[in-house]
C-alpha cells in the first residue's frame, strides 16, 4: 500500500494561482473568481465508478452550493474532449478543468504515487480544497470519499461564510 499522501499546502495558505481550459472551450482561472468561495476538487478519471459518484453529488448539490455562491470546480489530466462527453452524459452543471500539462495537480500537491491492485503509478489523488473568497485555502479534505462529498462541502462553506460574515452565502 502506498503510503499516504502528505499535502504540502495547509489551511490559511494562498490558493496557487491556475488557469485552465473548460469542456465548453472557455478558459477559468481562479483570478477570476476571486471573492467567490471556490470548492477544487481533483479526481483521477473521467467516467470511472468513484469518479463518476463524486461528480453526481456535486451535480445533486448543484442547486445548494450554488444558492450559497460556490463555484465547483472539477480538476483532472483528462483532455477537454474527454470532460465534454463526461459532463454531457452525467448533466454536470460546473466546469471541468482540463490539466493535461500537470500544471495544476502539481501546484495542490495531488499528483503522486498511487496503488491498484498492487501495481504502483503515478496518478491524481482524490482531494478537494475549499478556497476562501480572500484566495486563501479555508478546507482541505485529503481523502475525500466521493458519496455525499458535496453536503461536506456545503456545509464548510456555510460555515466559512458564517465567520466572515458573508450572510448571503450563509
Known amino acids: 500500500m502506498a503510503k499516504a499522501l502528505e499535502l504540502q499546502?495547509?489551511?490559511g495558505d494562498p490558493a496557487p494561482a491556475f488557469s485552465a481550459p473548460i469542456q465548453t472551450g472557455e478558459t477559468v482561472s481562479l483570478a477570476g473568481l476571486r471573492g467567490k468561495p471556490v470548492a477544487l476538487y481533483f479526481?483521477?478519471?473521467d467516467d470511472t465508478p468513484g469518479c463518476t459518484t463524486e461528480a453526481c453529488s456535486?451535480?445533486?448539490g448543484w442547486s445548494a452550493l450554488k444558492k450559497a455562491g460556490v463555484v465547483v470546480l472539477g480538476?483532472?489530466?483528462?483532455?477537454?474532449k474527454s470532460h465534454t462527453k463526461f459532463a454531457e452524459k452525467f448533466k454536470l452543471p460546473f466546469p471541468l478543468l482540463a490539466d493535461e500539462e500537470r500544471k495544476i495537480v502539481t501546484a495542490y500537491g495531488v499528483w503522486g504515487e498511487k496503488?491498484?491492485?498492487?501495481?504502483?503509478?503515478?496518478?491524481?489523488?482524490?482531494v478537494t480544497f475549499l478556497i476562501g473568497g480572500n484566495g486563501r485555502i479555508a478546507t482541505i479534505w485529503p481523502k475525500?470519499?466521493?458519496?455525499?462529498?458535496?453536503?461536506?462541502?456545503?456545509?464548510?462553506?456555510?460555515e466559512l461564510a458564517r465567520k466572515s460574515g458573508d450572510a448571503a452565502a450563509a
Open 58 to 60: 456535486f451535480r445533486d
Open 144 to 158: 475525500v470519499k466521493p458519496e455525499g462529498h458535496a453536503e461536506e462541502v456545503l456545509a464548510a462553506a456555510k
Open 9 to 11: 499546502l495547509k489551511v
Open 43 to 45: 479526481y483521477p478519471k
Open 115 to 126: 496503488v491498484f491492485m498492487g501495481r504502483k503509478y503515478q496518478g491524481t489523488h482524490r
Open 75 to 80: 480538476v483532472s489530466t483528462d483532455p477537454v
